[in-house]
């Protein structure tokens, strides 16, 4: 079982930055591979940005290319997402999942997720 737990959502304005931080729980966060996925009101969930379990592949979505970056630390059981160059359009809460296997953009093949943290950008 694992739990993860978001933080550093918050209000920005655009052109500003963020940064997103999922903490996880058990020994074995290295084994998983790590997503963070958005829902606006009123949208599915869509895919932001994955990481392989050891952190050397990333995979991200053509809307936040360039501008987000994700990286984890497996000694801290952390994944982090920083986000610059922040847009309206980038308003959402932001998920991060667990995946035991390789990374992925689809969100039903992900095994644990964690509560949101909202992230609010105004123009």
Known sequence: QVQLVESGGGLMQAGG???LSCVASGRTFSSYA???FRQ???KEREFVAAVSWSGTRTYYADSV???FA?????AKNTAYLQM????????AVYYCAARAGSYSELGNR???WGQGTQVTVSS
């Open 70 to 74: 994700i990286s984890r630390a497996n």
């Open 84 to 91: 610059n160059s922040l847009k309206p359009e980038d308003t």
């Open 110 to 112: 992900y095994d644990y």
């Open 65 to 67: 290319k360039g501008r």
């Open 17 to 19: 930055s963020l940064r």
């Open 40 to 42: 606006a009101p009123g």
């Open 34 to 36: 790590m997503g963070w």
